[in-house]
């Protein structure tokens, strides 16, 4: 049955048709111009368009695969790219490679459109559906490995290329003496002068307090650090493992954002119990130094296969939604 009834079979360049239209203006508007040649050109248009077929089977398991699979790899390669050692040794590769990774995302957009003009190439249905799950994937995975370049990968990568050094006596070292100090052991019978903090604040409060030996002498270059751990206005420093007594070493603070507030907390310090600071050292106070830095490269790698996780479930649930959907 023809559902366009008797107009449907209309030739619409007949006497009744779209040509028959040959007005100079369009309700007596005048300079509206409706030309014939331009009634027929729009009526070869809309006569091109296909028809909707509510027939069509859904894509099959095998067109489905790319809906899952090229989304979640996109996903994962472009995270590990942007938050592991490539970002470190060579930040412009990796950047290069990450949108090198747009080219396969591109493709798909390409083949979706090809498909829908010739359908052997493939269902552009699935085709469109991996290029917007790919594009979405990549975006959130520059974002995810950047996270975990920035909070964890690039300490740990710093970290491990600056030296250890052990037994430090607070009283005898400077700072100017272990610029290149990534880890630092106290002496044992070093500890937290808690009496000698400070806090700075500047939205967060940035408490220092400086690690010393029991008969500490005229040089305070060494500062446990904490952020939001202290009040700012007495000398209540609970920052890092404070009241742990086995705690005698230091991961250096490295994080440029932070350092410029502890300085003027140091400067405040100097100020206020008039001690003689020329190049102080920020430290995270613990007792196991070495696992500290560990714990880093642990903490980035928890949250790359969490969120690798995470995506492949997102994803396979997206992908049965639309196998279901279109199927029906």
Same mark, same amino acid.
């Given at each position: 049955m023809d559902p366009y009834g008797s107009y449907g079979n209309c030739d619409p360049y007949g006497p009744y048709g779209y040509g028959a239209v040959q007005s100079n203006n369009y309700g007596g508007m005048p300079g509206v111009e409706i030309t014939q040649k331009g009634i027929r050109r729009l009526a070869d248009t809309l006569h091109k368009i296909p028809k909707l077929d509510r027939n069509r089977p859904g894509p099959s398991l095998l067109q489905l695969l790319p809906v899952l699979f090229v989304p979640w790899l996109t996903f994962v390669i472009t995270n590990y790219t942007q938050g592991f050692w490539l970002r470190y040794q060579y930040p412009w590769m990796s950047f290069g490679f990450a949108c090198w990774l747009l080219l396969p995302v591109a493709l798909f957009a390409f083949l979706s459109y090809a498909a829908t003009k010739d359908s052997k190439l493939g269902d552009n249905r699935a085709l469109g559906a991996t290029f917007f799950l790919s594009l979405v994937a990549w975006v959130a995975a520059m974002y995810m490995g950047h996270n975990i370049y920035t909070e964890y990968m690039e300490e740990f990568f710093q970290l491990s290329a600056l030296a250890t050094y052990p037994n430090v006596n607070p009283s005898n070292f400077t700072g100017a003496q272990l610029m290149d100090a990534g880890v630092v052991l106290f002496n044992p019978k070093a500890q937290l002068n808690r009496s000698l903090s400070v806090g700075f604040k500047n939205e967060h409060v940035y408490c220092v307090a400086p690690v010393v030996m029991p008969d500490q002498g005229k040089q305070f270059?060494?500062?446990?650090?904490?952020?939001?751990?202290?009040?700012?206005?007495?000398?209540?420093? $609970?920052?890092? =493992?404070?009241?742990?007594?086995?705690?005698?070493?230091?991961?250096?603070?490295?994080? +440029?954002?932070?350092?410029?507030?502890?300085?003027?907390?140091? $400067? =405040?310090? =100097?100020?206020?119990?008039?001690?003689?600071?020329?190049?102080?050292?920020?430290?995270?106070?613990?007792?196991?130094? +070495?696992?500290a830095v560990a714990n880093y490269e642990e903490a980035g790698w928890r949250d790359f296969l969490v969120s690798g996780l995470i995506t492949f479930s997102v994803l396979l649930f997206l992908t049965v939604a639309f196998g279901l959907v279109l199927g029906m």
């Open positions: 270059d060494f500062w446990a650090v904490g952020v939001d751990c202290c009040s700012g206005h007495t000398t209540d420093f $609970k920052c890092g =493992e404070y009241s742990n007594q086995l705690a005698h070493s230091g991961v250096r603070l490295l994080r +440029e954002d932070q350092r410029p507030f502890f300085r003027l907390a140091v $400067k =405040e310090a =100097e100020a206020m119990y008039n001690l003689p600071i020329s190049n102080p050292i920020f430290v995270h106070y613990v007792q196991d130094a +070495e696992t």
